[in-house]
Nanobody, 115 residues
C-alpha cells in the first residue's frame, strides 16, 4: 500500500506564495506520474499539475506560469510551488501517485487565498 501525506497549506493573501509538499511511503512499483489536484467548494476535482516519470509536465491553463511541480526521488517527495496566488486558487489540494500498482491519493491540504 502507498501512503501520501500533504503539508504546507494555509491562509495566504492574494499575490502571495505557498509551497505544498507530499511525502510518499510504501511500495510504489512502476511509477507513471505524480500530480496535484484540487477541489474547490461546489466544483469538480481538477488536475493542477502533473509530472510524468520521464520528466514531462502538464499544467492547468489557469496556473501556467504561476505554479511549478517538482520531485525529489531520493526523498520520495513531490512539491507544488504556488506563486502569485489568486482567490480562485482556494481549494483543497490533493497529492496523487499513479503507478502500476494503483492510483493513490493523499488526504488533502486546504489552501485559502483571501485578504
Amino acid at each position: 500500500q502507498v501512503q501520501l501525506v500533504e503539508s504546507g497549506g494555509g491562509l495566504v493573501q492574494p499575490g502571495g506564495s505557498l509551497r505544498l509538499s507530499c511525502a510518499a511511503s510504501g511500495s510504489i512499483f512502476s511509477l507513471y506520474a505524480m500530480a496535484w489536484y484540487r477541489q474547490a467548494p461546489g466544483k469538480q476535482n481538477e488536475l493542477v499539475a502533473r509530472e510524468w516519470s520521464e520528466g514531462t509536465t502538464n499544467y492547468a491553463d489557469s496556473v501556467k506560469g504561476r505554479f511549478t511541480i517538482s520531485r525529489d526521488n531520493e526523498k520520495n517527495m513531490v512539491y507544488l510551488q504556488m506563486n502569485r496566488l489568486k482567490p480562485e486558487d482556494t481549494a483543497v489540494y490533493y497529492c496523487n501517485v499513479y503507478a502500476s500498482n494503483g492510483n493513490f491519493w493523499g488526504q488533502g491540504t486546504q489552501v485559502t487565498v483571501s485578504s
